[in-house]
């Protein structure tokens, strides 16, 4: 058992991991915002910062819920398809109900939720790998929005006009989605830090044997966190829909591998416990502007696969590294403190 004055260690060694984590991230987007402004003119222009902005605000959210899961040292690799599978089934509705309104948004929040408490039963109690889980789940949601569709697609005419309209409101002349997309993020951030359950999320990742002995409901926990991942990437499957007015049945395929790396760039960690949704929505930013810089300098498709993989291995690398330096710095403090 630990004694208060090695979990006092322990709790501000991880602090000021996170802090470094956070200032290297917000030195990386200086960095990069410089490289590619001297490479390509246009990339710090007003208009293409709206551009990495808006692509960065959905993905941001799904950042979010994927980083929500991360904490308690688990995955979702199935964040993709619970998109597809929200968004298509709200905008069938829409489209069937002419006079739709508000209600599509808690239907679409509703859906992605069901499905990460899917994903949530099928880890937490069925103690099932979350890889192995997610990842047939995945192929699940995907599949079933097929069968939903017979192949058939919703077009924009058949939104409502206010949705369409919502993802290009402008507020003080300002794109209104990447101020949603902050304002859910930091709110998602103060509910980790300032609530119970939040913290408990994290107490999980940490140490889940140690959550145990006190007292904590870690089958519980885990299962929150997969629900309320999957209510997020409902959310962002409604954003992601009325962005591209045209949805089908592959919407949103391959966020699977965008969001795990913006929550690992962002410095979540994988090992659980560690990391802020604040730096994951960093790291979609940090996405974003990459892939819109290599796209103004002409790079081809897969060479824009390749950095996102490599930036991948290179966050998880660094990952690994703080962590091994935090139980190094433990191991000498207890170690001194023991000869003193």
């Known amino acids: 058992m630990q004694t208060p004055e090695v979990r006092r260690e322990r709790q501000g060694l991880g602090e000021f991991a996170l802090r470094m984590r956070v200032s290297g991230v917000l030195a990386f987007i200086v960095l990069l915002g410089g490289a590619f402004a001297l490479l390509s003119p246009r990339f710090l222009s007003p208009q293409n910062l709206e551009v990495i902005a808006s692509n960065a605000a959905i993905l941001a959210i799904v950042a979010a819920a994927q980083a929500v899961v991360l904490l308690t040292r688990n995955l979702d690799v199935s964040v993709g398809s619970i998109m597809g599978f929200s968004a298509y089934l709200t905008a069938d509705y829409a489209a069937r109900h002419h006079g739709a309104g508000l209600e599509i948004i808690g239907l679409a929040m509703a859906l992605g939720g069901l499905l990460g408490v899917v994903n949530g039963l099928i880890v937490a109690y069925a103690k099932v790998s979350p890889l ?78 140690a959550a145990v002995f006190y007292g904590l409901r870690v089958e519980r926990v885990t299962l929150f966190a997969y629900a309320f991942g999957g209510v ?109």
């Open 132 to 209: 192995v889980a997610t990842l047939g789940t995945m192929s699940v949601y995907r599949g079933a929005t097929y069968i939903y569709a017979h192949g058939q697609e919703v077009t924009s005419n058949q939104l409502p006009h206010w949705m369409l309209a919502a993802v290009d409101f402008r507020l003080a002349g300002l794109p209104a989605l990447p101020m949603l997309s902050a304002v859910v993020v930091i709110v998602i951030g103060s509910f980790l830090r300032r609530f119970g359950l939040g913290r408990q999320i994290y107490a999980v990742g940490s140490n889940p044997q």
């Open 232 to 340: 997020l990437c409902g959310f962002a499957g409604l954003l992601y829909a009325a962005r591209v007015g045209t949805v089908t049945v592959v919407l949103a395929s391959g966020w699977e591998l965008s969001s795990l790396a913006a929550a690992v760039i962002g410095g979540v960690s994988v090992a659980g416990g560690s990391g802020t949704v604040i730096g994951a929505g960093l790291g979609a930013l940090i996405l974003a502007s990459i892939d819109n810089g290599l796209v103004l300098l002409g790079v081809p498709e897969f060479w824009r696969m390749f950095v996102q993989g490599a930036a991948i291995v290179a966050a998880v690398a660094v990952d690994t590294l703080i962590g091994a330096q935090i139980r190094k710095s433990l191991i000498s403090r207890r170690l001194g403190g023991a000869g003193a």
